[in-house]
């Protein structure tokens, strides 16, 4: 995934078996969440960047190289999705590490140039998914999340409306968890 200008189609098909892996048998990933949201996080970059996708297979013929571009489009959809909905599902121990593995993610994605916050997106929407867990749990997730805005100071990295969604969702996590 690092190399897109490498890619083959046995790549596509690792990644595919990695995602439906993801969907089926959760607890066999146990402390490769950082691998696997890793993959996930440069399979967006590739889709969501032209300039990007047009360098997959170079040197290829024309039909293979749009084969796999189209199959990485595919899995950058609902599959890939999938990966964080799915977080409901994991045992407690699981979420706190996958949320730790998606923080370490997107401090990676932050110090890029342009900085990406699409791992940062996720951190949120898998804060949403899981409300409703165990407020223990849910404490220490919280607490990795002060750790993650305070070691990467993400204020400073992204625009006032990340900053202000932040700050509400760190409000709401409070609350939520001290209520």
Same mark, same amino acid.
């Given at each position: 995934?690092?190399?897109?200008? +490498?890619?083959?189609?046995?790549?596509?098909?690792?990644? /595919?078996?990695?995602?439906?892996?993801? +969907?089926?048998?959760?607890?066999?990933?146990?402390?490769?969440?950082?691998?696997?949201?890793?993959? %996930?996080? /440069?399979? +967006?970059?590739?889709?969501?960047?032209?300039?990007?996708?047009?360098?997959?297979?170079?040197?290829? =013929?024309?039909?293979?190289?749009?084969?796999?571009?189209?199959?990485?489009?595919?899995?950058?959809?609902?599959?890939? !999705?999938?990966?964080?909905? =799915?977080? %409901?599902? @994991?045992?407690?121990?699981? %979420?706190? !590490?996958?949320?730790?593995?998606?923080?370490?993610?997107?401090? !990676? !994605?932050?110090?890029?140039?342009?900085?990406?916050?699409?791992?940062?997106?996720?951190?949120?929407?898998?804060? $949403? $998914?899981?409300?409703? /867990?165990?407020?223990?749990?849910?404490?220490?997730?919280?607490?990795?999340? *002060?750790?993650? *805005?305070? /070691?990467?100071? %993400?204020?400073?990295?992204?625009?006032? @409306?990340?900053?202000?969604?932040? #700050?509400?969702?760190?409000?709401? #996590?409070?609350?939520?968890? $001290?209520?």
């Amino acid at each position: 995934m690092h190399a897109p200008k +490498e890619m083959r189609s046995k790549n596509v098909e690792a990644l /595919r078996t990695l995602l439906v892996l993801c +969907e089926s048998d959760t607890n066999a990933l146990q402390d490769t969440w950082n691998a696997v949201l890793e993959c %996930v996080s /440069r399979l +967006e970059f590739i889709t969501s960047t032209p300039s990007i996708s047009a360098t997959v297979m170079h040197g290829s =013929n024309q039909i293979s190289k749009d084969a796999v571009v189209q199959s990485l489009r595919e899995l950058a959809g609902k599959p890939a !999705e999938q990966v964080f909905m =799915n977080s %409901v599902k @994991l045992p407690s121990d699981s %979420v706190v !590490e996958f949320f730790t593995a998606l923080c370490g993610v997107s401090a !990676e !994605e932050l110090k890029q140039t342009p900085a990406r916050v699409f791992s940062l997106q996720k951190l949120v929407e898998i804060s $949403y $998914y899981n409300m409703a /867990r165990i407020r223990m749990v849910y404490l220490l997730s919280t607490v990795s999340w *002060i750790i993650f *805005i305070h /070691r990467f100071n %993400v204020s400073c990295l992204v625009s006032y @409306l990340w900053q202000f969604f932040l #700050l509400t969702l760190f409000f709401k #996590l409070l609350d939520f968890c $001290y209520s």
